[in-house]
């Protein structure tokens, strides 16, 4: 009689009331019939066996061979059919780190697609130094550099504060034919609009110095390195001290990231914190260079994370202060002594605001409509954004419509 495989044998276990899990087999391919098992069974694949294929050596495995059960293994089979997890046999845990050929793949076809951007735009391609050069300053000192803006500044006028529409409502007929990048409106009243080179704004100013008050900001803007946050980590395998082993554990699974990360690129793990809205996962925070910036969004905002894909948001933090609701501090370093209450604009701490809760109530103490001096769509907190994303570098490749999915305000 011949011997029951391992697919009768889970059938039978079934049967006897185990709660497994039915497990759908992969059907071995001719050559994988013809190939033994990797361990030291050495016998045939068959159809109808329930194995696993090394990630690295491409070997496979019959299940009673591993040392998994049928739930685990049906766990592995689901999330290797959609990539989302890699299993190595013990032979390739123990041998010494070799590059995986499907890692040598996919940064094969980064360089490619890198190659091809510098062909289109040979002016993006930087001369090397030949050699490093003692007192250079870090990466992060030069990136958070000064970037050259293309401004004009429209004067706030007396007891007639703008807003973002009567701002653009203002200027557009003067400004018809020129690109503009952007208009923002300040906290003390002003508008700036940007523009995306040097004839633009030239070309704007002569259109407006006759009818308004109107300046060229030559000053050059300092920028900052972006931030994204990255969700859904386990957060019983990383804790807010598992900087440096999470950044491992990224670079481990995403290689073209390694690439950057390995050529000196800011990638800083600021700080991980447990998501109170998620059992058992966290968010973390990374400052990073708009390389690996760039790179991320080619990613399409997921990173590999051990057993997991993860997705990553951009992070742009508006920084508000709670005792005079207005921006660009915080209530340690609050020069106003009036406490403002962020739903009623009373001057009350806003816990103990009476109208909280009744958005009838609400108005915001930066633009006075009707809603918390927090809302997201508060025309004063979006130009602050707006301003926040000016200066963050890799933030002028991103069309308003791609940030609106990706980005947190906080």
Same mark, same amino acid.
């Given at each position: ?303 590999? @994370? =051990?057993?997991?894909? #993860? ?5 742009? *933090?508006? +920084?508000?202060? %709670?005792? &005079? ?33 009744? @958005? =009838?109530?609400?108005? #915001? ?5 009707? *809603?918390? +001096?927090?809302? %997201?769509? &508060? ?32």
């Amino acid at each position: 009689m011949p011997p029951k495989n391992h697919a009768t044998r889970g059938m039978n276990a079934r049967n006897k009331g185990a709660e497994s899990p039915t497990i759908q087999n992969e059907t071995p391919s001719t050559s994988d019939m013809l190939r033994q098992c990797g361990s030291k069974c050495k016998r045939f694949i068959s159809e109808g066996h329930d194995f696993l294929r090394c990630h690295s050596c491409q070997m496979l495995f019959h299940l009673t061979c591993t040392t998994f059960d049928q739930e685990v293994y049906s766990v592995i089979k689901a999330k290797q059919r959609f990539d989302d997890i890699s299993w190595k046999c013990q032979g390739c845990r123990n041998a010494p780190q070799q590059p995986n050929i499907n890692d040598l793949m996919g940064m094969i076809a980064s360089l490619q697609e890198r190659i091809q951007t510098l062909e289109r735009n040979p002016k993006h391609i930087v001369q090397q130094p030949s050699a490093i050069q003692p007192n250079v300053r870090s990466e992060s000192k030069v990136l958070q550099g000064n970037q050259i803006t293309h401004q004009v500044i429209l004067a706030a006028e007396t007891g007639n504060p703008m807003t973002q529409q009567s701002f653009a409502d203002k200027v557009k007929d003067n400004l018809r034919s020129i690109p503009i990048k952007n208009i923002i409106v300040t906290k003390d009243g002003s508008g700036i609009i940007n523009f995306p080179n040097k004839t633009s704004r030239d070309d704007a100013f002569s259109n407006l110095k006759n009818s308004f008050n109107v300046k060229i900001n030559n000053r050059p803007q300092r920028t900052i390195l972006p931030k994204v946050t990255i969700l859904d980590v386990d957060s019983t395998e990383y804790k807010n001290k598992d900087s440096e082993k999470l950044k491992e554990a990224i670079c481990e699974k995403n290689p073209t990231l390694k690439a950057l990360v390995d050529q000196g690129k800011t990638f800083e793990i600021l700080f991980i914190k447990e998501d109170n809205r998620k059992i058992n996962l966290s968010f973390a925070v990374a400052k990073v260079s708009k390389e690996i910036f760039k790179e991320i969004r080619l990613l399409n905002y997921q990173l590999y @994370i =051990d057993f997991q894909r #993860c997705r990553v948001s951009n992070r742009v *933090h508006v +920084t508000q202060c %709670y005792q &005079c609701q207005k921006f660009g501090h915080t209530k340690t370093n609050c020069k106003s002594d009036v406490q403002v209450c962020r739903f009623c604009s009373g001057n009350h701490i806003s816990k103990s605001c009476p109208g909280k809760g009744n @958005i =009838d109530s609400y108005k #915001c103490a930066n633009c006075d409509s009707n *809603h918390s +001096t927090t809302y %997201y769509k &508060c025309p004063v907190l979006q130009s602050q954004t707006q301003l926040l994303i000016n200066r963050t570098q890799g933030m002028e490749e991103i069309s308003k419509n791609d940030l609106h999915p990706h980005v947190i305000v906080t």
